[in-house]
């Protein structure tokens, strides 16, 4: 791996220095720092000049102070004559805001592609986009990975000759079936209706779970009202036993506290694409790396080689 520079915001060190762990590169230092005005500076502190700049920064809490030192990285590596900047970001939160279904209101997840794209970046390497049309707000290349492969891996330890995937609801009923057939295992989705004031209610579930070992699947899990919803829904079908899993577990609120005390499920996993804090950790709680996949890609892309293969095998 010749010519390649790995760093990392403050967002998710522990994930960059596993990802430089798999290529056998070392993680490049940098520093942040605060002037008194309360603006940042960053300073990327190994050379840069035509190297392969790979920066990861996932965009998790705090998300506005973690995008503007990302952004400061990409201007730091540009001023520095990098050769190709790639921004790592496994978890793209303004993916949620797609689309103008109200008047007026701002469409952040175009708004921040473009503000990294003015900021130097030649390529984007992210993870489940809640929304994956959000993929063509970027005006660089986007290389999309999923998460299947790892909770697939993760599941297949147990029987599934009775397993039914659940989605939460139809929106992410694909990724269920893709996932669901990877396992050999049925599939079903919640009929979701979320409310202005956010609250949400699932009157249905489509598909069958009676007797049945249940996966929830959804891409992301935030305050786990949804998931809350759904588990009362599937109680009612009488499902032989629940588990659930997604991709970015970002657990706000209490949300992982809230689910652990559900006394039917018998476990929650996720994967690293977002830290979650020491302190909030349950016993319930698996939490999968994905930096085998990232630093792969890494490699793939600084190699001039195909991604597609990677995304191949998620669909496998």
Request: aromatic content about 4%.
């Amino acid at each position: 791996m010749r010519d390649i520079s790995v760093f990392s915001g403050s967002a998710h060190p522990d994930l960059a220095a596993e990802v430089c762990a798999h290529l056998g590169v070392p993680l490049s230092p940098s520093r942040l720092s605060r002037f008194a005005n309360d603006c940042l500076e960053v300073q990327l502190q190994a050379n840069c000049r035509e190297r392969d700049v790979f920066l990861v920064q996932p965009l998790v809490r705090p998300v506005q102070e973690h995008l503007v030192e990302l952004l400061l990285m990409c201007d730091a590596a540009r001023g520095a004559s990098a050769g190709r900047i790639t921004v790592v970001m496994p978890h793209y939160s303004y993916a949620r805001s797609d689309k103008k279904d109200e008047p007026r209101i701002s469409l952040g997840g175009r708004l921040v592609a473009d503000l990294m794209a003015a900021a130097g970046v030649h390529r984007v390497l992210t993870m489940t986009l809640h929304s994956p049309q959000v993929h063509g707000f970027f005006s660089v290349p986007v290389d999309h990975l999923h998460a299947r492969r790892e909770l697939a891996a993760h599941f297949r330890r147990y029987d599934l000759t009775r397993t039914t995937v659940v989605s939460p609801d139809l929106g992410n009923a694909k990724e269920a079936a893709a996932f669901a057939r990877m396992l050999g295992a049925q599939v079903a989705a919640g009929a979701k209706q979320r409310y202005p004031d956010d609250r949400v209610s699932i009157n249905t579930v489509i598909g069958e779970v009676t007797g049945r070992d249940v996966i929830v699947l959804d891409d992301e899990i935030a305050k786990g009202s949804t998931v809350l919803e759904l588990l009362a829904r599937l109680r009612a079908l009488d499902p032989r036993s629940i588990r659930v899993a997604c991709t970015h577990g970002l657990f706000a609120g209490g949300a992982l506290k809230r689910l652990s005390e559900q006394p039917d499920v018998l476990e929650i996993v996720c994967t690293n694409t977002v830290p979650v804090a020491a302190e909030e950790h349950a016993d319930k709680l698996r939490v999968l790396s994905i930096a085998p996949a990232l630093a792969e890609a890494v490699r793939r892309i600084h190699n001039g080689e195909s991604v597609s293969a990677l995304f191949d095998a998620d669909r496998a």
